[in-house]
């Protein structure tokens, strides 16, 4: 009987076939393959066809939460991930990125800085961007969470303001509430649009352009870029905010959505912590990514043994490691992620666990495909592995799943009932 289920995203690590090959189906994957003997697999649409979705609208999807029903943006997931309480009505909380742009035409060079912002430089920026007054009685509340990353809050004192703001970051486009990824974004830095005919939309626009065209002047004059100009790196002179949000997501809780309690989350970035705690789970903290994976995952594991330990019946694992790589359009750089991933992490786990009694659910939140460099909307992978089951793929790919042939789920959300009630008909 299945006394425990772990579920284990792997963020991005989906792609898209190129000459028959993806870095899952390259990479060196002995614990994966392990658990590949006794499993069955199949695809999902995180979201639903055709949908690019980011990482955080995918995990509430895979979580088993429908978004339409659910989903306030990705700004009060980060927010909450950091313990940033958002006044509704009165405050919008953003996802936010330092970036590089020319102050002179707004062109983006890079949404990222490169990915070479440290996060106590980031600290620093956001420190003097930090409680800046905005119009009449507006202000906005600045917080760095890993590397370019951070949360942005626009408020007023005594104004409402609205979510229903588009987004100043062109890699994603809103659709509603929900973003999606963009193919070959023109990178120039946008203004803000009301996406409702409303006062409060067009004034929350107004502060947001306010913040935006006022934090690139005190980025520029920083001394932090200073000392980046005079070492040859790129200067984090301005903030990108997308996803708007004004308020958390009231979920009921996972595990009693699973009938799996109590639940722990281990996850490395904030949004992902956020939803956890939306969901009700237990976050295990750990270090934030270090960019070293050898040096990170001994950790995770670490908390995912003492969640079990502590007698957790569902343990939700989000690992960012292949998304990046994805995102730079490096395929060898996503398959040693992936081959790291199962070294530090898959193999070690199962020297731990009886597969008989803990079932493991194995896949990725989307596709970032290395030859797309952003998220895609195409089919991503899923492993159920469990002592139960008498045979499986043989390793865990795009290629082995479509051969193996296994249950194509239209959403993500479908994906959890699925495999509970798939276990239960076997325990029988
Ligand atoms: O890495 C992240 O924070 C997201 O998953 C991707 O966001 P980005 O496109 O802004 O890097």
């Not at 994805?326 to 991933?341: P, V």
Request: hydrophobic fraction near 40%; glycine fraction near 8%.
């Amino acid at each position: 009987m299945v006394k425990r289920l772990i579920l284990l995203i792997l963020d991005g690590a989906a792609d898209r076939p190129v000459d028959g090959k993806t870095p899952l189906s390259e990479a060196y994957t002995p614990g994966l393959d392990r658990l590949a003997q006794n499993a069955v697999c199949g695809f999902h649409y995180p979201v639903s066809p055709g949908i690019a979705p980011e990482s955080d609208l995918a995990t509430i999807s895979l979580l088993g939460y429908v978004p339409e029903k659910y989903y306030t943006g990705r700004g009060p997931l980060e927010a909450l991930g950091i313990g940033l309480a958002i006044k509704q009505g009165h405050e919008v909380a953003f996802r936010a990125n330092f970036a590089t742009i020319d102050p002179a035409t707004r062109r983006i060079i890079d949404r990222r800085v490169g990915r070479s912002l440290g996060s106590e430089e980031a600290r620093e920026l956001a420190r003097a961007l930090d409680g800046m007054q905005l119009g009449q009685d507006g202000y906005a509340v600045v917080r760095a969470t890993i590397g370019h990353r951070a949360v942005v809050v626009i408020g007023s004192r005594s104004q409402r303001l609205s979510a229903a703001v588009s987004n100043i970051d062109p890699a994603y486009v809103r659709k509603g509430l929900i973003s999606e990824a963009v193919k070959d974004p023109e990178m120039v830095l946008p203004r803000c649009k009301p996406l409702e005919d409303t006062e409060e939309a067009r004034r929350t626009c107004e502060m947001v352009d306010e913040f935006v065209d006022r934090a690139i002047e005190v980025l520029e004059a920083h001394p932090v870029n200073a000392e980046r100009a005079n070492k040859g790196l790129l200067k984090a002179n301005a903030i990108l905010l997308r996803d708007a949000g004004d308020r958390i997501p009231e979920m009921p809780p996972i595990s009693k959505q699973l009938g799996l309690s109590p639940a722990a989350a281990i996850a490395e970035m904030p949004v992902e912590i956020g939803i956890a705690r939306a969901a009700g789970m237990k976050p295990y903290m750990v270090s934030p990514p270090s960019g070293d994976l050898a040096r990170d995952l001994p950790e995770r594991l670490e908390a995912v043994l003492k969640a079990l330990r502590d007698g957790n019946g569902f343990v939700y694992v989000h690992l960012k490691g292949p998304d990046e790589p994805g995102h730079d359009g490096d395929f060898e750089g996503k398959k040693k992620a992936i081959e790291l991933i199962d070294k530090h992490f898959v193999s070690p786990l199962l020297d731990h666990i009886d597969l008989k009694e803990t079932a493991i659910l194995v896949t990725s939140d989307h596709a970032t495909p290395w030859s797309l460099k952003s998220h895609s909307g195409d089919l991503v992978p899923w492993m159920l592995s469990w002592g139960e089951i008498p045979d499986g793929p043989g390793e865990f790919s795009e290629i082995a799943c479509k051969k193996h042939g296994g249950q194509i789920l239209e959403h993500g959300w479908l994906l959890l009932p699925y495999v509970v009630e798939f276990i239960k008909k076997r325990a029988q």
